[in-house]
């Protein structure tokens, strides 16, 4: 009698969990099918002209969860990217320091944020290949007595900054007398440092540069030629999509972009240059 209990009791336990199983299955993969109809991309919103913030859809900017519209350079790559995936793009608006973290926690799927393949995140999260490659300049004020370097040498004394937690801010040093103002967290918050007159100048890539000499004729950008600029590796002036380690979607993402022509690539950053707000 014991036996036949506990069989039963056995065949019933079976029976539930098979029942748990497959309503569970069902479950994940409603919600998989569920998550497969969105690209969520991280972005700060405010690196013009790779990404910032509108007010309407203009231009082809993408709507920004919880309001507002975002566009510029990694908005139409981001698109670019979500057509090919076959995916409604949504643009989860992140702070700097969060993106990372962000991706590896699954609250985005991707960080398309002018950011860098450096080694340092490399192991943090995994990156696609290369979208764009640039190179560092200068902002200055125009009527600054740097307006006219030619070299980063020439930057001695100057105080200048760079945005936290990213590559620029590390190769400042590189100036001899330079004065290392501490990082700041954005570029709006340095082009007011700027033109204010809190710093000399502040170390940026070269499409920053000329965004934020179009948005106010008080800046220029100074560039370098290599011998007389930073010194730094070359993935480090490039951008790449950061993706979680081991992402199924790295070799997908890396045959998208595989299939946008360079000169693609330099139209949708010259549009971009021309269209970002003059408030960027």
Known sequence: ?????????????????????????????????????????????????????????????????????????????????????????????????????????????????????????????????????????????????????????DFAGAALTAQLNTFHDTVIDQIEGVEHVTAMTDFPSMRVALESGIIDGYVSERPEGISAAAANDAFVYVGFEVENGFQYEINDAAIAMGLAKDSELTAQVNEILAGISQDDRDALMADAIAQQPAAE
């Open 1 to 153: 009698m014991k036996l036949k209990k506990l069989l039963a009791a056995t065949l019933i336990g079976a029976m539930a969990l098979t029942a748990f199983g497959c309503g569970g299955g069902d479950n994940n993969a409603e919600q998989g099918a569920e998550e497969s109809t969105e690209l969520r991309i991280g972005m700060e919103c405010g690196y013009a002209p790779f990404n910032w913030t509108q007010q309407d859809d203009s231009n082809g900017a993408v709507a920004i969860e919880g309001g507002g519209y975002a566009n510029g350079y990694d908005v139409q790559i981001a698109k670019k990217v979500a057509e090919g995936l076959g995916k409604d793009l949504v643009i989860v608006k992140t702070e700097w320091d969060g993106l990372v973290p962000a991706v590896q926690s699954g609250v985005i799927d991707g960080i398309i944020a002018g950011m860098s393949p450096t080694e340092e995140r490399k192991q943090s999260i995994d990156f696609s290949d290369n979208y764009y490659v640039s190179d560092l300049v200068i902002v200055v004020r125009a009527d600054s007595e740097y307006a006219n370097a030619t070299s980063i040498q």
